[in-house]
């Protein structure tokens, strides 16, 4: 990504970034590998580029009506997610994890990675994009859906490379096993009902969050102002995300990732939905009475 308003400087940058970013998609990819192997990635890599391809795509629908968009960016936004902010964050959970359970043990390093180390590391890495956009581009930041459409392309490209996994080893799973095995078919329907149906925004939403903050710290002058606003978007993003991840970890009640997923889920994402909305539907009148315009001032005289 480009990091200098030199010509020389941004041309070599914008040459690194793409050797950068496919380095670090396929070292996630190839660690994928190593814990469902290679059919596991066979199966699990088309299935997450079929699900997260409609979940970027809606989000590229959302900003259609944003003129002067580069599509360098939004494909850089995409890029950054799968590969550079999932590559880190996969690494760092590893190293950190170690730590953890050098210093206080597995059993607790068991529940300190998902409720601690996971939200923090994956909404840091996928929101470092955004707070670029802000430092570097904020010309890019014109208004809030700009945050939530940038936001959403990351979380998207995050996606693609985590659910790799997920699929991969639900299919592998069901393979390996006869086929009147209850518990695999279970796995298998359990993984694809929630990946691709209940949570395939999952990570978007997460980011959208920060967006919304870094979108609105673009219109603020004051640098205090700007900070608070990304750090409160990224502390509600983490808070966020450590709520999902505990609820999947409370063996007590079965059912209460759904009570989560239905009382907290569900209510943030159709809020956002229906601001990314609103905000699509004011672009698309402004683009199109500037389109008029521009017509009516090109129209030649009688």
Not at 46 to 73: K, M, N, Q
Not at 126 to 132: A, M, P
Request: proline share 5%.
């Amino acid at each position: 990504m480009r990091t200098s308003t030199s010509p020389a400087r941004g041309g070599r940058a914008w040459v690194l970034w793409p050797v950068a970013a496919g380095a670090a998609w396929l070292s996630s990819i190839i660690w994928v590998g190593t814990q469902i192997g290679l059919d596991g990635v066979a199966f699990g890599l088309p299935l997450s580029a079929l699900v997260t391809g409609a979940v970027a795509g809606a989000f590229l629908w959302l900003g259609r009506w944003r003129r002067g968009r580069p599509r360098h960016l939004t494909a850089s936004a995409f890029g950054w997610g799968a590969s550079i902010a999932a590559f880190c964050s996969l690494w760092s959970q590893q190293a950190l994890q170690a730590l953890v359970d050098t210093a206080a043990g597995t059993e607790f390093g068991a529940w300190f990675r998902p409720l601690v180390i996971t939200p923090v590391t994956e909404e840091v890495f996928k929101g470092l994009f955004l707070v670029w956009l802000l430092t570097r581009r904020r010309d890019q930041l014109t208004g809030l859906l700009d945050g939530i459409v940038y936001a959403g392309l990351v979380g998207a490209g995050f996606s693609l490379t985590e659910n790799v996994l997920y699929f991969g080893r639900a299919v592998t799973t069901y393979t390996a096993s006869d086929s009147p095995d209850v518990n695999a078919v279970a796995l298998l329907g359990a993984s694809l009902i929630l990946r691709a149906v209940l949570v395939p925004f999952f990570h978007p939403l997460m980011v959208a969050l920060l967006g919304l903050g870094v979108a609105a710290a673009a219109g603020r002058p004051g640098r205090a102002a700007r900070t608070g606003l990304v750090l409160a978007g990224l502390v509600v993003a983490i808070v966020l995300h450590g709520v999902w991840d505990w609820a999947g970890l409370a063996g007590d009640d079965p059912l209460l990732i759904y009570k989560i997923y239905g009382a907290v889920m569900v209510p943030i994402f159709l809020a956002m939905l229906v601001l990314a909305l609103v905000l699509r539907r004011r672009e698309r009148r402004a683009a199109r009475a500037q389109m008029a315009g521009a017509a009516v001032v090109e129209r030649p005289e009688p």
